[in-house]
Each structure stands twice: as C-alpha cells, then as structure tokens.
C-alpha cells in the first residue's frame, strides 16, 4: 500500500494512504495487523481519509513502515469492532449527534416561536417554563444556599412581573445553551478521561490445568481463574479463590490505604494489588467493569477540578449576595426595578462555571494529542506550580529499555545458566530491569517457560524470593541477597563485577543461599534528558532530586551528567515516599516521576506524579499524569501545558469580572437596556467559551523538540 508520510516525529508517525481506499472494517484490520508490530504501542486508521497513526519505540519505525508498504489494497485485513472501540468511539459518535441535536432545537424553537406565535402565546409559554428555574431557586434558598441559581431565578421572576416577558425568555434561552453546553463538555470530558486513562495489559496469566498460561487480554472470558502477581493492575472484576494481598482501590473508592484480600473477597478492575499474590475467578470481563471502574473515578468531580477553578466558582457564588444587596440599595435611591434588575441581569457565576471547565478540558484534550494524559485540572494546576521534580532513575532519567550488559557466573555456573534462571523469575514482574534479563534469555533462545514456581515473595525495590524446580532462589539487589537474605559473599566478586561494569545496575542471583552469579544491566541516559532538565529550569523549576534504589557510583555517574541538585541511592520505597513527604513538609511543590512499583509509594505521596510511556501497571494507575511516549521533552509539554492552562484561567476570570462589572454599570446608568445587558452577558459568555477552545501549543514544532520550542521558550 502507498503512502505518504505526513509527520514524522520520534516515536510517532502519520501517514496519510489516500481516501476510500478502505472501510471501517479494513481500517480496524490495518490498526490490529500494524500492532502486531514489535514496539507498535498505539495504531490508529482513519478510513474517511486514509489516515493512519502509529506510535511506536524509536527503533521501530522502519518495521512500520515495511508493515504498512507490505499491505496489499486489494486485499486488507478486516476486524469486528472491539470493546473500546464499540463503547467508545461509539459513545462519543453518539454524544456529539445529541449535542448537535439538542442546541438546533432550542435554536429552532426560540427563533420560531419569536416568529410565529402571537405575544400572549409567547408570554404563557414563558411563565410554564420559568416555574422550572424558579422551583431551583426556591431550593436553593430553603437549603440557605444563596447562589446563581437564586439569582437567575430573581431575574426571570422579576423580568414576568415587570410584564417584560420576551426579557424572561431571553434570559431562559441563553441559560439553557449554557446548561446544554455544561452538559456536552461534562458527558466528553468522561468519555474522554475513559479512553486514555484505561491501563490494560496485552496479556495475562491464567491457570490452565493447574498451569500459568500467559494468554491475551481480549481471550479472558467469565469464570476464567487468572493469577495477578504483586505490582499487577487488575484487568476484571472477580472474586479471590486463592492467595492474600493487599490492594490500593484508590482510584475506585479513593481510599488510601490498601484494603486485605483473601479468598472470598471481591476485587475490581482498575485497582492495583501493591502486595501478595492472587488468584482470581473472573466475574465480569475486561472492558466494561474496567470503564465502570473509571467511570466512578472520573464523576467525583471535585476531586478532579483544579484549586483555582474551584476557587473562582466559589468567589462567583460568594458574590451573589453583594448583587441581591446592589439591586436592594439602587432600588431604594432611584425607585426604578429596570434600573436596580441590572444587576440581576448580569452575573459572574455563569461565564465562569461555564468556560473554566471547557478551558481545563480543551487543555486535557489537548494533552492527549501530545501524549500527555492527564487525570484532572487539578493535576495540571499541580503540574503548573511544581518548584521541585523527583526522579527515579531507571527509567525514568534513563532509557525505558535497559539491555543487559555482561552476565557473571560464580564457581561452575554458566552464563547461560545464570541468564535462564533470572529470566524464569523475572518474567512475572513489570519492571523495565526484569524485561532486559527477559529479552536477553530471549535473543540468546535460552528456554525457561517450563520452570513451575511456587510461592513468589517481591520485595519491592529489594528482590524477589522464590521456589525453581525444588530449589530456593532469591534474586535482587547486592543488599537484598547478600544482608537480608543470607548468602555468602565470594572474596572479590562483587568489586569485579563493578570493577568491569562501573556504570551498570547490578543484579544477583543466589540458589540454595549460595551466590550463583549476577546480571549486569546497563542504562544509557535518555538521549533528550539533559536539554529537557535545562527546560524544565527556564519553566520556573528551582530543585531537581534524583531518588534511586541503585548504587551509588552509578547514581553520581548520572547526577553529574545531567546536573541532579541532590541524589540519594540505595533508597528503600518507604524512603522514597518519606524523602517526598518531607519535601512538602518544607513547602515544597513536588512533582514525582517514575515508572517501577518501587516508585508507587512516592507518586502517591507527591502534589502531583507523573509516570513515564514504560512505566509499570501499577505506577500508571497512581499516577496522575501519565506520558505516553518515551521522551522526556513531553514533560516540557506538560509543564508548558499546565501553565499556558492556569495563564488562560487567570485571564478569564479578569475579564469575566471586568466586562460584568462594566455591564452592570452601565445598565444602573441607564446607557443600555436590561435587554443589551443581559444579551451581552450571555454572548461574552459563549465568546470566552469559544476562545477558550483553541490550542494553547502550536499546531506543529520541530522534530524531536517540545512545543515550546527554542522561538516560543517562555509558557
């Protein structure tokens, strides 16, 4: 199949094949056929123009292209539409044709009825709908609660016993537009966060005939028993038949603190076993109970708006009793209701509540696009004010792909030995240092899927303890095997291995409490680290922090290539998540990025965590910002992001009140009508609105750089 490349970044391209050239069916098969691409993450295929993105690791992009070019037109692949695609793309299909539909009726209906019916007609229709409005501000104001509500309703109510019954219904047209639009941005911004906020594993283990099988996500029916190891995020919602653990339900229940599983406990899709090992018996399938999950995550509305978006509604509400106060005090001078209504007309409340929301969610869509998903305003806020990062190393500050270095063997023991040993047991864990020994024992062809475990004890950011074919085997770090697990130390060995991998992450590997050898990773520094850090610098960032498990020589190593204001190695996951707190106790902004378990305890624990492309199920799931490709110049994006964000709410809310303000005095002066005033209002409100949409980055930037770019380098 032709093709012509569109854009062509890093990790990322889009190419453009020709239109009609294929239906939906064929586009679903193109996207499956190009993710079946080794390093293809993301594949969409867009049939109305031949429009295909894919996003990939780096060193993938000619296979991709292969892929593509090796199609045949003639003959495409074709697929049935999958669980996201059928309650996603649908939904949003569907969401916007209501929209539409919803705002050319009240358009209609207010034009037509203007035109055709006769004003007594007009005046009775006004009066039934107002009892609506009216009946909410009643509410409101039995509850004690004097807010917009209260005042819309004063000003329709007054408007009809003024006889200014066409007023009245100006005013009921434009706050039903801005209900409508409250509601489309609402029911977009859930669809949205659902989408790409969905964490799910390719594959999983399921217990066949008392056997682990790693088996595809999409075969995993109900009734199927699955085993989740430590650090898993779980893809079902099921029921414990076997195994203790502890599970963090944050992002379901918002409770901190792990909640104990044993057997007979329900547990949830979307939530992330922190500690143990579970088998489940699944109860609803991967899809539907995952969205349900995020669903409940995303509705808890307050907890995701930002601070200053918050504050700003709470300030309009406030000032609702000083317009009652206005139009008592101007009715009193002047004897005049239309003049002293003018400050009924015009309130702050709406324009706010109204284009701050859409400026938070044009801003996280927009993050998506530059693969920046952010979880709530909140965190871009957070992300905003941040003074200090804290990053893990491994990576994080370097390559998301380690590859091993040297394998050592101690005594008789082979080096293939050594390798197929470590990958039997590191196969299990989602940390991007177990997937090299993986990948290595997997290019050498070295056999190990046959080996059966009995209980795995993780010790997170230490090792791993186990049970290999009737022998005991512990794997992990230097501390790890050689203090808290006993083995003896060989005279010599450990200064050789670091002697002759000075700047690589050590892992050993003991049987029988006796040192079988070690695996040398080696960890290139990510190629856009040091110009992303200097970034960061020029964005307002006053403290970069380097937190690590690793040794010390290779932390120094690091910190001085990039210029690290502080490092600390060897650091235990409590450590991490304490070093976090003590940040904040000092009045520290944190921002933490990670992506092991290890890192889990400190994302929680900072203002707001943002975990890498490569990041574990686990570290994604607490995370509140999640990067979706493997460059650190996409936390410039972010950071640029989050300020363009916060500068547009702070411009908004002064000229919300500058233009509202000046509305309300010139209708007290008598230089416009109640009728300009009020129409005025609701226009400004629908014009922040609109601007509020449009992009806060440039529609493109140059190769391999971040949207601010060296021409734009202040947010």
């Excluded at 005594?411 to 991007?432: M, N, Q, T, Y």
């Amino acid at each position: 199949m032709r093709y012509t490349i569109v854009s062509d970044l890093p990790g990322r391209l889009r190419l453009r094949c020709g239109p009609l050239i294929m239906d939906g069916g064929e586009a679903r098969g193109v996207a499956q056929a190009l993710m079946s691409v080794e390093g293809v993450r993301v594949a969409e295929v867009h049939p109305a123009n031949g429009s295909v993105l894919v996003a990939f690791v780096p060193s993938s992009r000619d296979a991709v292209l292969l892929a593509v070019r090796s199609l045949d037109v003639l003959a495409l692949p074709t697929a049935e539409p999958g669980i996201d695609e059928a309650s996603g793309a649908i939904e949003v299909r569907a969401e916007s044709n209501r929209f539409v539909q919803e705002i050319a009726r009240l358009v209609g209906t207010h034009i037509l009825r203007r035109l055709l019916l006769p004003a007594p007609l007009r005046a009775a229709w006004v009066v039934v709908r107002a009892m609506g409005f009216v009946a909410r501000g009643l509410s409101r104001l039995v509850r004690g609660q004097l807010t917009v509500e209260v005042l819309d309703a004063t000003a329709i109510a007054a408007s009809i016993l003024l006889g200014s019954f066409d007023e009245a219904g100006t005013i009921i047209f434009f706050l039903s537009l801005s209900a409508a639009m409250e509601r489309h941005v609402q029911s977009r911004s859930r669809l949205a966060l659902r989408s790409n906020m969905i964490t799910r594993a390719e594959t999983v283990w399921a217990v066949v005939d008392g056997q682990d099988v790693r088996v595809p996500i999409e075969d995993v029916a109900r009734g199927q028993v699955l085993h989740l190891g430590c650090g898993s995020v779980l893809p079902v919602d099921g029921v414990v038949v076997e195994g203790t653990g502890e599970v963090d339900e944050s992002s379901m229940t918002g409770e901190s603190r792990p909640v104990k599983k044993r057997p007979g406990s329900t547990v949830y899709a979307g939530t992330a076993l922190g500690a143990g090992d579970l088998h489940v018996r699944v109860t609803a399938p991967p899809g539907v109970a995952r969205i349900d999950g995020i669903v409940s995550m995303v509705e808890e509305s307050s907890q995701l708006k930002a601070d200053v978006q918050s504050r700003a509604e709470r300030l309009a509400d406030a000032l609702v009793p000083y317009s009652f106060l206005a139009f008592l005090a101007i009715l009193a001078i002047t004897r005049r209701p239309q003049t002293a209504m003018a400050v009924l007309m015009v309130d702050y409340s709406c324009a706010i509540k109204l284009s701050m929301p859409i400026a938070v969610m044009s801003a996280m869509s927009e993050g998506t696009k530059w693969g920046v998903v952010a979880k709530g305003g909140r965190y871009l806020e957070g992300l905003a004010c941040a003074d200090t990062f804290v990053f893990d190393k491994t990576g994080t500050l370097t390559c998301a792909r380690p590859a091993v270095e040297r394998v050592f063997g101690v005594g008789g023991a082979s080096e293939d030995g050594v390798l197929r040993l470590a990958a039997c047991i590191e196969e299990h864990f989602p940390h991007s240092m177990a997937r090299a020994i993986v990948d290595e024992a997997a290019r050498r062809r070295l056999a190990h899927e046959d080996e059966l475990h009995a209980k795995v004890n993780y010790v997170v950011a230490h090792g791993i303890s186990t049970t290999v074919g009737g022998m005991e085997a512990c794997i992990g770090s230097a501390h790890f095997v050689f203090e808290d697990e006993g083995v003896a130390r060989p005279a010599g060995f450990v200064e050789r291995v670091v002697g002759e991998c000075p700047t690589a992450s050590v892992i050993y590997l003991a049987t029988n409490h006796e040192l079988l050898g070690a695996v040398a990773v080696s960890d290139p520094l990510r190629p856009d680290a040091h110009v992303a850090l200097d970034r960061l610098r020029e964005l307002g960032v006053e403290r970069f922090v380097m937190l690590t498990g690793d040794s010390s020589s290779c932390a120094r190593h690091v910190a001085a290539r990039l210029g690290i204001d502080e490092w600390h190695s060897q650091v235990l996951p409590e450590d991490k998540s304490s070093y976090v707190q003590e940040l904040r106790d000092r009045g520290r902004v944190v921002a933490m990025v990670g992506d092991g378990i290890n890192d889990s305890p400190a994302l929680a624990a900072a203002d707001v965590s943002v975990a890498m492309a490569d990041a574990s199920d686990m570290a994604r799931a607490v995370a509140d910002v999640c990067i979706l490709d493997d460059r650190l110049s996409s936390l410039v994006t972010a950071r640029t992001l989050a300020q363009r964000l916060m500068r547009r709410i702070h411009a908004d809310y002064r000229t919300i009140v500058a233009f509202n303000s000046a509305l309300i005095g010139l209708g007290v002066t008598g230089a416009i009508t109640l009728a300009t005033a009020s129409a005025a209002h609701n226009l400004s409100t629908f014009a922040i609105a609109a601007a509020n949409v449009r992009p806060l980055l440039p529609a493109r930037h140059p190769r391999g750089a971040s949207p601010s770019g060296t021409r734009d380098t202040r947010p």
